[in-house]
């Protein structure tokens, strides 16, 4: 025993010599409790760090698409999430989706659309049942939360759809509902519709939406919506904005249409310029009924079905391109981005074109995607204007 402890003092003076030369010294290590004990001990333990949650300021949505026609994402209504497929529509300002009130043997079109139920929600909200009749759709309005990629719209007022016309603009399509994204000046539900609302909860900071749409036909992926900004890896080049003419729609000034004929001619239309409204809930590109059967027969189109027109997909690549000029700036479409591929039960595919009657009044065009495809569009909602650019 009094040979260890001689040993010990030996070593200790031999340790305390060396550290004193090399200046070397023994600290003693303390065992800390780690941030999630901390957090059990005092619930309030973030809070006085300092530490702050970052929220994102903008949000990217997938499209997909059903074959050329539509362009549509993917959103969840209610608590737990009801699924249903919407049309981000700039000519609209309103939701709507269908109600499981909807008749299937009086409206057969709701048997193959998701049908939304409030009473398995809840998150729902009571409100004035106040009714709703648009362009034949009839129903009530209702609130619920509406979430859709990272995004949580809480207490969103849409309307419940409980009758949807045999209509052909409703009977082929293949959503289930529409997400309006025009100015809320033209709305019939409330003034704080989709995109308003997510401003004003800050759930996105800049007041601007992009439209991506990828016409590729090898992926079913449709392209992007970017709530909040722009998404510069689209863009080649420079964006030029124009400014939206009146706050109800997307209306902007065309300032001629021309179709190449041949190399040297060429024919235009609204060459002392026109309105447009610009239509991301639609593939048609809408002339003024006069034009319909000139342009039409330019681009070698012979008359189909519901005075809609046909090329045949054999010559798709072939037809002359068009050119949009928007801002003194020249956007040209090829047979591409105008024709529109279609399953016929009886021919197969078929390929239709973009244009047909507007139907509007005072000679106002419309620019869907049979244009939109061909470009990124910009959305600018603070400075009431519209930003076109050529793709990547």
Not at 41 to 57: A, S, V, W
Not at 248 to 271: A, G, L, P, R, V
Request: glycine share 6%; with cysteine; proline share 4%.
């Amino acid at each position: 025993m009094m040979y260890r402890l001689m040993l010990l003092v030996l070593f200790y003076h031999v340790f305390c010599s060396i550290a004193e030369e090399t200046n070397i010294y023994s600290m003693p290590l303390i065992r800390r409790k780690s941030p999630l004990q901390m957090l059990i001990k005092d619930p309030h333990y973030t809070r006085k760090l300092n530490i702050q949650k970052t929220h994102p300021t903008n949000e990217n949505i997938t499209l997909f698409k059903y074959m050329d026609s539509e362009y549509y994402a993917e959103i969840l209504v209610g608590k737990p999430g009801q699924k249903f497929l919407v049309i981000f529509d700039t000519t609209w300002s309103d939701m709507w989706i269908p109600s499981k009130l909807c008749s299937e043997k009086i409206y057969p079109i709701c048997s193959k659309k998701h049908l939304y139920d409030q009473d398995v929600s809840s998150t729902h909200k009571l409100i004035d049942p106040t009714p709703f009749n648009v362009d034949g759709l009839v129903g009530n309005l209702t609130c619920d939360t509406v979430r859709l990629g990272h995004l949580n719209v809480t207490d969103l007022i849409f309307a419940e759809i409980t009758g949807i016309p045999n209509l052909s603009q409703y009977q082929f399509m293949h959503a289930d509902g529409v997400i309006g994204l025009g100015y809320n000046t033209n709305a019939r539900t409330t003034n704080n519709t989709f995109f308003y609302k997510l401003l004003d909860d800050k759930k996105i900071v800049n007041p601007i939406f992009s439209v991506y749409m990828n016409r590729d036909p090898t992926t079913p992926k449709g392209g992007t919506i970017f709530l909040g900004g722009i998404e510069r890896k689209h863009i080649s080049g420079e964006i030029t904005y124009v400014p939206v003419l009146q706050k109800k729609h997307w209306q902007i000034e065309m300032n001629q249409f021309s179709i190449q004929i041949n190399k040297t001619n060429s024919k235009t239309f609204c060459d002392q310029g026109c309105q447009v409204i610009l239509d991301t809930g639609s593939n048609t590109i809408g002339v003024p009924a006069e034009y319909v059967t000139a342009i039409n027969t330019f681009v070698k189109a012979t008359l189909y079905l519901y005075n809609r027109y046909e090329v045949p997909c054999s010559l798709v690549n072939k037809l002359p391109k068009i050119t949009i000029n928007i801002g003194s700036r020249d956007f040209v479409i090829s047979g591409r981005h105008y024709i529109q591929k279609m399953e016929n039960e009886q021919n197969g595919t078929i390929c239709i074109t973009a244009f047909c009657d507007s139907g509007l009044e005072d000679g106002v065009w419309s620019l869907g995607g049979g244009f939109l495809s061909s470009v990124y569009t910009t959305f600018d909602l603070e400075n009431n204007r519209v930003g076109f650019a050529n793709l990547k």
